[in-house]
């Protein structure tokens, strides 16, 4: 482990001290691949607490942690807040993507971390950040790149996403890890070893680093800097002994 990964778990075992001691429900900020890899190892030495994660969806990446004490049995309410980034004048916006969105909002001198994912649509996006920023962001977000732009923030019941995927259906000699990849990014398995032994690879937040890794059906893959799917199931032969599996892959 890392001297940065070391002072991660550091953070996580004084949030659970805080909460603990004082009764209180605590929360991390928002968390990427690795720092929810480090969240989920350290959750077993935890039991005195209960331990979860949301980003503020379903199938959010970047995900915050919560410290509650076994004493509270109400769900938490995580501080995060969704805003609705749309163009002033939509026919004249420019085609923006997921990087332009995030490095206008980081030019506002917002620090990665109290920042969500964020869900590009195809006029506009949704951006999840810490509560407490929310109006920040509002105020000041005005242009992204040429195009100007408002920010609002919107109430839970308002967020309406359905995540838009591509089915990938076909045939694999063994349900194993690498070969469900080479299947969803149309590539070698050669060429994706060092995907997963390189620590890219990431299997519902959990980082796994064995080629020969067998995933279940309905967990959700990710690979850093690739994008992520889910595998949905597998069922039945070919007549050469391959399995059939079908995969949704996000876009």
């Given at each position: 482990m890392t001297k940065e990964e070391q002072q991660v778990e550091r953070r996580f075992l004084d949030l659970a001290q805080t909460a603990y001691k004082r009764g209180i429900v605590t929360y991390s900020?928002?968390?990427n691949l690795n720092e929810l890899n480090i969240f989920q190892g350290i959750r077993p030495k935890l039991s005195y607490l209960v331990t979860d994660c949301f980003g503020g969806y379903e199938l959010a990446e970047r995900q915050i942690a919560a410290f509650i004490p076994d004493a509270l049995v109400f769900c938490p309410e995580y501080p995060i807040a969704c805003l609705k980034l749309s163009p002033l004048q939509e026919k004249f916006a420019e085609k923006l993507t997921h990087r332009d969105y995030l490095g206008a909002v980081l030019n506002l001198g917002i620090d990665r971390s109290k920042l969500?994912?964020?869900?590009?649509?195809?006029h506009g996006a949704f951006l999840f950040?810490?509560?407490?920023?929310?109006?920040f962001i509002s105020d000041n977000l005005t242009r992204i790149?040429?195009?100007?732009?408002?920010a609002r923030e919107?109430?839970?019941?308002?967020?309406?996403?359905e995540p838009k995927y591509c089915e990938i259906v076909g045939t694999v000699a063994s349900v194993r890890l690498d070969r469900l990849l080479a299947l969803a990014f149309g590539a070698s398995r050669s060429s994706l070893t060092s995907f997963i032994e390189g620590g890219r690879v990431f299997v519902n937040g959990k980082l796994i680093t064995s080629n020969g890794y067998q995933p279940r059906e309905g967990e959700l893959i990710s690979v850093r800097g690739m994008g992520r799917f889910c595998y949905k199931s597998s069922g039945g032969q070919s007549k050469k002994g391959r399995h059939y599996v079908v995969l949704w892959k996000y876009i």
């Open positions: 900020d928002f968390l969500g994912d964020i869900l590009v649509e195809e950040c810490q509560e407490r920023i929310a109006g790149r040429h195009t100007p732009f408002m919107m109430a839970p019941k308002e967020f309406d996403y």
